[in-house]
């Protein structure tokens, strides 16, 4: 046990997925796993340990911001043994190209800061995706309902942010869109030797001002979980 998850080690699967939203969490174990069982419920975040296709896999929600998922993700790595944590949720796009329901695999992920800033100081860490699970998901991808995009992010620190230059900054720049944990997940991989991806999926639009009601974002997101749990198993 550690101070966030009350779980027994063998509770915890190698494998993770980490919706920030612990609701989330529930309705991907319930959807996609056999014999999903709680195993965490601190503080209201809620974690579930099942099997995919006979692997064990663990879906656990990480809260909102990259100072909450570092927590989940610090805790499942350094005390439960965690190998592989593939964060799934939802992102704004940043290009028009992009649409709503269309999925990201996250390749690299700016930030302006994360928790990990005071261990690295001067370092301009550039934190990426493993590459392996990143091409799997891709593969993964390909024939499902949604479309695909491979390329930069942004983890933003604010969710409600004033900065329009750097959002202009961005768009000119390439990103593909903007969500709040991936950067130090990515660090954190780095840092223990894990491997990581963020598989995300676009519910509003920072271009076009479109969003998908919050009604209908869990029944958007199947593609995403279906290619985080093949990518993590090929």
């Known amino acids: 046990m550690t101070p966030h998850i009350r779980a027994k080690a063998e509770q915890i699967a190698e494998t993770v997925l980490m919706p920030g939203d612990p609701l989330r969490a529930k309705w991907a174990a319930e959807t996609f796993l056999e014999g ?4 965490n419920d601190v503080r209201g975040m809620l974690g579930f340990t099942g099997t995919w296709r006979g692997n064990p896999v663990t879906i656990h929600g990480s809260g909102m911001g990259m100072p909450s998922l570092s927590i989940y993700a610090n805790e499942l790595i350094t005390h439960y043994g965690a190998k592989t944590l ?3 949720g939802s992102t704004g796009a940043m290009q028009d190209h992009v649409k709503i329901r269309d999925v990201i695999l996250a390749q690299t992920a700016s930030s302006i800061s994360t928790p990990s800033r005071g261990i690295l100081r001067e370092i301009n860490f550039a934190p990426c995706a493993d590459f392996g699970l990143l091409r799997a998901a891709y ?5 499902k309902a949604s479309e695909v995009h491979v390329g930069g992010i942004y983890s933003s620190d604010v969710f409600y942010d004033e900065r329009p230059d750097l959002n202009e900054q961005m768009t000119r ?6 969500e709040m944990e991936a950067a130090e997940l990515y660090t954190l991989a780095a840092r223990h030797g894990c491997r ?3 598989v995300l999926t676009v519910s509003d639009h920072l271009l076009t001002g479109e969003a998908l009601p ?5 029944s958007s997101f199947g593609d995403m979980v279906e290619v985080a749990l093949e990518s993590a198993f090929t």
Do not use: F, K, N, P
């Not at 720049?173 to 903007?178: K, Q």
């Open 36 to 39: 999903a069982e709680l195993v």
């Open 86 to 88: 593939i964060r799934i």
């Open 139 to 143: 593969d993964a991808a390909q024939g």
């Open 173 to 178: 720049h390439g990103i593909l869109a903007v």
């Open 196 to 198: 990581a991806l963020a």
């Open 214 to 218: 919050s009604e209908d974002r869990q």
